[in-house]
């Protein structure tokens, strides 16, 4: 099976606006991922959580069916931490728990009164399988864009791997795969395909505001104060968290690039990959999310270290 251009098929269907779902129970036929699979390895790594949150939220937001759902239902704009909280907790909890199908389950039904109207008239709903497995997409493009540049490069039968395991998370929710790549070559054209969709949308600006405009002054600290702390951590985020955004989404959120400050980011990446071996030596639970490292020493075994065949790592 060949999946349609992403352009195509998100246009003839995304428009229906309802929910496609595969039923209340089919999805737990899925095997959770557990630690041999590369997502346990890399989608806790706090390199990839802190350093691919923002590539992970502004593409997603750039399409502008997502983003009106974002405005219509969220409170993103007076509690943009809790928000973020609120959505990266549970999708955590599908990769890195006991029960990861019964957390599939609630991710998916958290999504089910998500629905309304776009500025054209047009209608959209969150679990509409184009709109939902595209929020998904940004999700496996994180692991693998994360770890290829923050942490080792990637084979190409690795990302290969991340996107067929990536197959087994989507099926955890129980939500329609029709939009689904069937391999990640076809994942790549699909993913390009989406970028020349983006679009400038105010949900999408505000979440990269910081970067254009500044980290926001602390309330408790005084001006005097903050500006020693700011100067570096907004060169930080001007630099790298803003590189790792696709050229069509530093379009749409208004941040202007150029080959000298893609150059300094390439930098930037090359000396955090050059970190790697220290990094790696830390405890779990300075490496990890803490509901990623929690699972992890459950499972007692170390996704960072190959396992040894007849015995422990």
Same mark, same amino acid.
């Given at each position: 099976?060949?999946?349609?251009?992403?352009?195509?098929?998100?246009?003839?269907?995304?428009?229906?606006?309802?929910?496609?779902?595969?039923?209340?129970?089919?999805?737990?036929?899925?095997?959770?991922?557990?630690?041999?699979?590369?997502?346990?390895?890399?989608?806790?790594?706090?390199?990839?959580?802190? #350093?691919?949150?923002?590539?992970?939220?502004?593409?997603?937001?750039?399409?502008?069916?997502?983003?009106?759902?974002?405005?219509?239902?969220?409170?993103?704009?007076?509690?943009?931490?809790?928000?973020?909280?609120?959505?990266?907790?549970?999708?955590?909890?599908?990769?890195?728990?006991?029960?990861?199908?019964?957390?599939?389950?609630?991710?998916?039904?958290?999504?089910?009164?998500?629905?309304?109207?776009?500025?054209?008239?047009?209608?959209?709903?969150?679990?509409?399988?184009?709109?939902?497995?595209?929020?998904?997409?940004?999700?496996?493009?994180?692991?693998?864009?994360?770890?290829?540049?923050?942490?080792?490069?990637?084979?190409?039968?690795?990302?290969?791997?991340?996107?067929?395991?990536?197959?087994?998370?989507?099926?955890?929710?129980?939500?329609?795969?029709?939009?689904?790549?069937?391999?990640?070559?076809?994942?790549?054209?699909?993913?390009?395909?989406?970028?020349?969709?983006?679009?400038?949308?105010?949900?999408?600006?505000?979440?990269?505001?910081?970067?254009?405009?500044?980290?926001?002054?602390?309330?408790?600290?005084?001006?005097? #104060?903050?500006?020693?702390?700011?100067?570096?951590?907004?060169?930080?985020?001007?630099?790298?968290?803003?590189?790792? #955004?696709?050229?069509?989404?530093?379009?749409?959120?208004?941040?202007?690039?150029?080959?000298?400050?893609?150059?300094?980011?390439?930098?930037?990446?090359?000396?955090?990959?050059?970190?790697?071996?220290?990094?790696?030596?830390?405890?779990?639970?300075?490496?990890?999310?803490?509901?990623?490292?929690?699972?992890?020493?459950?499972?007692?075994?170390?996704?960072?270290?190959?396992?040894?065949?007849?015995?422990?790592?």
């Amino acid at each position: 099976m060949t999946c349609p251009r992403a352009s195509s098929a998100f246009d003839d269907f995304t428009g229906e606006a309802r929910a496609l779902t595969v039923g209340d129970d089919s999805h737990r036929a899925t095997p959770p991922l557990g630690p041999d699979s590369l997502i346990w390895r890399y989608y806790g790594d706090l390199r990839v959580q802190l #350093l691919g949150f923002q590539r992970l939220a502004s593409t997603e937001n750039s399409i502008a069916q997502l983003a009106q759902a974002v405005d219509d239902h969220s409170v993103i704009f007076g509690d943009f931490v809790g928000r973020a909280r609120r959505t990266a907790i549970p999708v955590l909890h599908t990769v890195y728990s006991s029960d990861p199908h019964t957390w599939g389950q609630k991710v998916r039904d958290f999504h089910r009164p998500i629905k309304g109207q776009m500025p054209d008239g047009s209608r959209y709903h969150a679990l509409n399988p184009e709109l939902f497995y595209w929020a998904h997409a940004t999700f496996i493009d994180q692991v693998i864009y994360g770890a290829d540049t923050f942490i080792r490069p990637l084979s190409y039968a690795e990302k290969q791997q991340i996107f067929e395991e990536g197959k087994a998370w989507y099926r955890l929710y129980g939500v329609s795969a029709r939009n689904q790549p069937e391999t990640y070559d076809e994942f790549v054209e699909y993913w390009d395909d989406m970028l020349d969709r983006m679009a400038p949308n105010r949900v999408v600006r505000y979440g990269a505001g910081y970067i254009r405009k500044g980290v926001p002054r602390p309330g408790p600290i005084p001006a005097w #104060l903050w500006w020693p702390i700011a100067t570096p951590i907004n060169a930080f985020t001007r630099t790298v968290l803003a590189g790792t #955004l696709p050229a069509q989404v530093k379009t749409a959120v208004g941040i202007e690039w150029s080959a000298s400050r893609e150059r300094r980011f390439l930098r930037a990446a090359r000396v955090i990959r050059a970190l790697a071996p220290i990094f790696d030596r830390l405890p779990i639970g300075l490496a990890y999310l803490p509901w990623a490292a929690k699972e992890i020493k459950r499972s007692g075994h170390d996704p960072r270290r190959p396992r040894v065949i007849g015995g422990a790592a």
